[in-house]
């Protein structure tokens, strides 16, 4: 599975952004998807999944009533949609596939990562 997230970019805080990750191949519905984030300086952390048929998600803490993960499996897409950014969303985002059944936070249980895509939010 290979994955390209995109959709990052500059935004004021209170702003909306969307990202998006693409999967290529067969694989894409028969994985568990993840979202996660890295600021600098900091480690990645998880922000939030979906499992695979896209009836089940688990957002952390941190962005709970502000990011919500969604997917279309006849897209091979899978999205997390950004409200309310604050400055301190402000991290690359990463989309990561993982052929289990649970969401899991701990992203070593991850079988495939995308690049990154860029995220600042500006005050």
């Known amino acids: 599975v290979q994955l390209q997230a995109y959709g990052g970019g500059l935004v004021q805080s209170g702003g909306y952004l969307r990202l998006s990750c693409v999967a290529s191949g067969r694989t894409f519905s028969s994985a568990v998807m993840g979202w996660f984030r890295q600021a600098p300086g900091k480690e990645r952390e998880f922000v939030g999944g979906?499992?695979?048929?896209?009836?089940?998600?688990y957002t952390a803490d941190s962005v709970k009533g502000r990011f919500a993960v969604s997917r279309d499996n006849a897209k091979n897409t899978v999205y997390l949609q950004m409200y309310s950014l604050k400055p301190e969303d402000t991290a690359v985002y990463y989309c990561?596939?993982?052929?289990?059944?649970?969401?899991?936070?701990?992203?070593?249980?991850?079988?495939?990562w995308g690049q990154g895509t860029l995220v600042t939010v500006s005050s």
């Open positions: 990561g596939a993982r052929l289990g059944v649970a969401i899991t936070p701990k992203d070593s249980s991850y079988d495939y």
């Open positions: 979906i499992n695979r048929s896209g009836d089940s998600t």
